[in-house]
């Protein structure tokens, strides 16, 4: 029976061991995500009207001028950039971002991946190896970004894949990222990057008539990488906002599934012990009526 109280003893300790770093990796993540949810929070605004800004510009544009990253074209080579964390321990968070990318591959891209037409620009480690380990057509050079998340590292992944796609080596751009909501929310999105999505004539929004000063081309030409690298950014920062909250979400549940079974272990170990007392109670009025005969 000594055995068994050693055993259970063992086990709560091991179990106390793991709930402290949980309990540590979710005061981590609570307040990594404070910094993230407030760089996001003042980007999302500002994101948000450039992009209205360049949907309602390619829109008004009539042909006038000439746009490449707006061109439409028959959708032969694609390019997704997905954004998963580098570490673990956030719960479905990276399992959910790579299945929206399989999904969105099998259900859109279908004949492209069947012709090897579909690449994969993983931001995050944990994208990075599992397309590379699954035999994707993986670009290896953006996935490091957030061992050192700057504008400048995103604005590079952003320039590739628009570079690629005014030199027509790549048709369509599409982004899979998680939209923070709050720390126990997420929303995981496949969004066209490439070409710059037109206001649809089913739109209630109107068309805005710009004032080009000096020359509209130029101004165009000058405006449309800034708000696509902005664009990209803004769900970088969305990403990372999320990782942390699934991670403290998963950490407090995790801390709350080892209360629930110290629980458990101390009302076996508290068991075991009586029944060990008993037994030893036991042999010692048996040995004692033994003598006494």
């Known amino acids: 029976m000594s055995g068994a109280l050693k055993e259970v003893r063992n086990r709560i300790k091991s179990v106390q061991s793991t709930q402290q770093i949980t309990k540590a990796m979710?005061?981590?993540?609570?307040?990594?995500?404070?910094?993230?949810?407030?760089?996001?929070?003042?980007?999302?605004?500002?994101?948000?009207?450039?992009?209205?800004?360049?949907?309602?510009?390619?829109?008004?544009?009539?042909?006038?001028?000439?746009?490449?990253?707006?061109?439409?074209?028959?959708?032969?080579?694609?390019?997704i950039i997905v954004v998963t964390s580098d570490r673990g321990l956030c719960g479905g968070y990276n399992s959910n971002l790579i299945k929206l990318a399989k999904l969105t591959i099998n259900e859109k891209y279908a004949e492209q991946n069947r012709k090897g037409n579909v690449q994969i620009l993983p931001i995050g480690k944990k994208g990075y190896e599992f397309f590379t380990k699954n035999g994707f057509n993986v670009i290896n050079t953006y996935w490091d970004i957030f061992s050192g998340l700057s504008f400048e590292k995103v604005q590079s992944a952003a320039k590739y894949a628009m570079d690629a796609f005014v030199a027509k080596d790549i048709d369509a751009v599409e982004v899979i990222y998680s939209e923070f909501k709050n720390a126990a929310s997420q929303v995981y999105i496949a969004e066209p990057f490439l070409p710059v999505q037109k206001i649809s004539s089913t739109d209630n929004k109107r068309k805005s008539d710009f004032i080009f000063e000096p020359n509209q081309q130029v101004l165009i030409a000058e405006l449309m990488p800034?708000?696509?690298?902005?664009?990209?950014?803004?769900?970088?920062?969305?990403?990372?906002?999320?990782?942390?909250?699934?991670?403290?979400?998963?950490?407090?549940?995790?801390s709350d599934n080892a209360n629930e079974l110290l629980k458990s272990l101390k009302i076996s170990y508290n068991r075991a012990r009586q029944a060990a007392i008993t037994t030893e109670l036991t042999e010692i009025v048996s040995g004692a009526a033994a003598l006494q005969g």
């Open 26 to 79: 979710k005061m981590v993540s609570a307040a990594k995500l404070r910094r993230a949810q407030d760089a996001i929070t003042q980007m999302r605004p500002y994101a948000k009207k450039l992009q209205e800004m360049l949907s309602n510009i390619v829109s008004s544009s009539d042909g006038e001028v000439s746009m490449d990253l707006a061109a439409e074209r028959p959708v032969e080579k694609v390019l």
């Open 226 to 254: 800034k708000i696509l690298n902005t664009q990209l950014f803004k769900s970088v920062l969305d990403a990372n906002a999320s990782e942390h909250g699934a991670r403290m979400t998963a950490m407090d549940k995790a």
